[in-house]
């Protein structure tokens, strides 16, 4: 649309065409600089990783010489544990993104397809759950779940804390919210005609909703849903409050244990850090339009 | 057409009627099974919401005015504004994590977020390889917090990082301590935190642009406004709805601000910040939960001003 207009009006206005130009070689100028800038901290630690400690010790972090190997990540994948972190993370992940999912998605059925009371109560208070810093209902919650007494086969804490449990409910109810609204908002551009004809049909308030509205709402389950792994991934809180034993700990949580582990060796760090960035590199790179489209679905509406 | 409240009921009851009054329709569209099914769609995920989000949010500000240590019920003690007073006045990180807190805002809402909205801008022109461009300030935003502060101890390290082998002073007495100087760490990682946030901004500019009415931009350049104003006056006032998102993602992220600092010292030696000092008061060894809730207090109410700023905003119009 733009190359278009300035086309257009080049004939006319040399003069703003040359300026324009010039314009253009300074915005590459400054967006190359700020790209590579940009870079640098995730190439300098890929770099890093490929590189034997031995030979940084040698010749120095900031060389070229000596080998390249993945080496680094093979032993940062053994002696950090990452088998069992990466386990821990999809127990905690799947089971919170299709709970948060499902429960938003019926949720936001009801307050957009039918309308009484509290709708906008009920949808204010969803929406300003999500936007609450965690830090504030972390001590409420470390006590409810320290405090809910459970049989010791079923928790070897007694309670719900050290759970995996404790951290997909605390996941689910704070990103619940967000979901509610991105997906009413969704739903409320759907032909209020539709649920009205399979109404007219017999078809009960389930079916409406399981039938009727969510094969509609596939785009936006779809977009959110990529958000929600992402953002449960990537969360590092709830499993820091909640989860004692190291090896229950989700990859994002676990990595801060791995300075410990790694003390001064760099290379494994390094490796260690790629290491958990692979799945959300292939997230990126498979659904990146989903995860962008999730962001702004959020967004789009003020 | 005059229809008796007997015969609405039954045709409520039997989930079909043949000619209803408006006013009644509502009633009539359930049956009692619906009826059943719809409470239980709303009232899951609303107890989730009041047991896990609302209720403990209200249990904070009641334990901010006990003396607890977090054991044992009978344990707790009535502080009235003990401890509010004991961190106005005698909990030395206190200050400095509120100013912290407000640099931290300051940096993001001057440099992070006009930085995103720069990038957006030039991005949204066709240039080549805009879709690259857009893709590298984009990829920060797909990484945890605790990540990336790892990936920026690694650049900032004295001896072994990269920032101090460019300026050459790697290895010499005069190399910086990015991370572990007090007064000089905030800004180092207030600066990883930009890396994040400018791509973020970025990617919701780039959607907040594209949802401008072309017209509007065309009208302004045939009125002979320069690129500068044309933005300034026109595209950038259109843009309201993605404006007060920002401003409300911008004050919220600086308030959660925990996983950096987190990750490169627990938050102490010139990192305080104040969602960093309730978690050091509420695991750790002497677990001070009155404190800890006193001081979670305060960022609740910071919190509130931008949410229900936020709220009235989105909302006003659906309640009118």
Not at chain 2, 106 to 126: H, K, R, Y
Request: aromatic share 14%; charged share 10%.
């Amino acid at each position: 649309m733009t190359t278009a207009t300035s086309v257009r009006v080049a004939p006319h206005q040399p003069a703003a065409a040359r300026r324009h130009k010039k314009k253009h070689w300074a915005t590459y100028l400054f967006i190359t600089v700020m790209a590579i800038m940009w870079l640098l901290p995730l190439v300098w630690t890929l770099y890093t990783s490929l590189r034997p400690k031995a030979d940084t010790d040698k010749y120095g972090y900031f060389s070229i010489a000596g080998h390249y190997s993945f080496q680094n990540f093979i032993d940062a994948w053994t002696q950090g544990g990452f088998p069992t972190y990466f386990g821990n993370s999809v127990i905690i992940t799947v089971p919170a993104v299709l709970l948060t999912l499902f429960f938003a998605s019926m949720m936001a059925f009801a307050v957009s397809r039918y309308s009484w009371k509290f709708n906008v109560t009920l949808l204010i208070m969803f929406t300003a759950g999500n936007l609450l810093p965690p830090q504030v209902l972390a001590a409420p919650l470390f006590e409810l779940f320290k405090h809910t007494t459970l049989p010791y086969w079923m928790s070897d804490s007694g309670s719900l804390l050290n759970t995996y449990v404790s951290v997909i409910a605390a996941n689910t109810a704070f990103q619940i919210g967000f979901c509610t609204f991105v997906l009413s908002n969704f739903m409320k551009a759907i032909p209020a005609e539709l649920t009205e004809a399979a109404r007219v049909d017999g078809a009960s308030v389930w079916r409406q909703y399981w039938n009727v509205i969510l094969p509609l709402t596939r785009p936006a389950l779809a977009a959110l849903g990529t958000l929600e792994v992402i953002f449960i991934y990537n969360d590092y809180f709830w499993p820091l409050v909640f989860i004692q034993s190291g090896n229950r700990l989700p990859v994002t949580t676990a990595i801060n244990n791995l300075q410990g582990q790694f003390l001064s060796n760099y290379n494994l760090l390094a490796a260690g850090a790629m290491i958990t960035v692979i799945p959300t590199l292939i997230i990126y790179l498979v659904l990146q339009r989903q995860f962008v489209a999730g962001l702004t679905l959020g967004a789009s509406k003020g | 057409m005059a229809v008796t409240s007997a015969d609405t009921q039954k045709a409520a009851a039997s989930g079909r009627g043949s000619n209803p009054a408006r006013k009644r329709r509502r009633l009539r569209q359930f049956t009692r099974r619906d009826v059943v099914v719809l409470s239980i769609m709303v009232g899951i995920p609303t107890l989730i919401q009041l047991v896990l989000v609302w209720l403990p949010t209200l249990f904070s500000i009641g334990l901010s005015f006990v003396q607890w240590n977090g054991l044992d019920f009978t344990d707790m003690k009535w502080a009235g504004l003990g401890n509010y007073q004991y961190i106005f006045q005698n909990y030395t990180p206190f200050w400095p994590a509120v100013l912290h807190n407000i640099v931290w805002l300051l940096f993001l809402g001057i440099i992070g977020t006009p930085l995103g909205l720069l990038f957006a801008v030039l991005l949204d022109q066709a240039l080549k390889g805009t879709r690259i461009y857009q893709s590298i300030f984009f990829a920060p935003v797909m990484l945890s917090l605790a990540l990336i502060g790892i990936i920026w101890q690694l650049f900032y390290s004295q001896d072994n990082g990269l920032l101090n082998f460019l300026l050459g002073t790697a290895g010499k007495p005069n190399a910086v301590d990015w991370l572990g100087t007090p007064g000089v760490n905030l800004w180092a990682a207030m600066i990883a935190a930009t890396w994040r946030h400018a791509g973020y901004v970025m990617i919701l500019y780039l959607a907040g642009l594209k949802s401008v009415d072309p017209s509007l931009r065309e009208a302004a350049s045939l009125d002979g406004a320069g690129a500068w104003k044309s933005f300034f006056q026109v595209v950038f006032p259109a843009m309201k709805p993605t404006n007060i998102i920002i401003v409300v993602i911008t004050i919220i992220e600086s308030l959660r601000a925990f996983d950096i600092v987190y990750v490169i010292n627990r938050g102490t030696n010139g990192l305080e910040l104040l969602s960093v000092l309730v978690i050091q008061n509420l695991i750790g060894e002497g677990q001070v939960i009155g404190v800890g809730s006193a001081l979670a207090v305060v960022l609740l109410v910071i919190s509130l001003v931008p949410i229900v700023f936020y709220l009235s905003r989105t909302f006003r119009k659906e309640k009118a």
